[in-house]
């Protein structure tokens, strides 16, 4: 099964950008969908960004324009690119990863049988 290490998060101001990293290990990670979610304090964690296995990217409403989501299969990793970052931006952001997972239920966190630990970012000024 794979495992997923987040990395990259940290205090922006407004306006400014993230690259979030997703690092697998124990399998390759362009054999499984892989989404990005939020969780802020007190707030049920959502969906973000992602990608069912074969399709193209999806993104919530809110990040569109300004999220971008890519993979590096050589280095088997996935990135969140985060421009023009906002306050409400302020979350823990997850990657997760699953094989079997269908379209309609990629936005739904409790569909998504792997999980990394999550990376903080806080904008702020």
């Known amino acids: 099964q794979v495992q997923l290490i987040e990395s990259g998060g940290g205090l922006v101001s407004p306006g400014g950008s993230l690259r979030l990293s997703c690092k697998a290990s124990?399998?390759?990670?362009?054999?499984?969908?892989v989404g990005w979610f939020r969780q802020a304090p007190g707030s049920e964690r959502e969906f973000v960004a992602g990608i069912k296995r074969p399709g193209s990217y999806i993104y919530e409403n809110s990040v569109k324009g300004r999220f971008t989501m890519s993979r590096d299969n050589g280095e088997n990793t996935v990135y969140l690119q985060m421009n023009n970052l906002k306050p409400d931006d302020t979350a823990v952001y997850y990657c997760?990863?699953?094989?079997?997972?269908?379209?309609?239920?990629?936005?739904?966190?409790?569909?998504?049988?792997?999980w990394g630990q999550g990376t903080q970012v806080t904008v702020s000024s």
């Open positions: 124990g399998d390759t990670v362009y054999t499984y969908s």
């Open positions: 997760a990863a699953d094989r079997r997972i269908i379209t309609s239920s990629l936005r739904n966190p409790a569909e998504w049988d792997y």
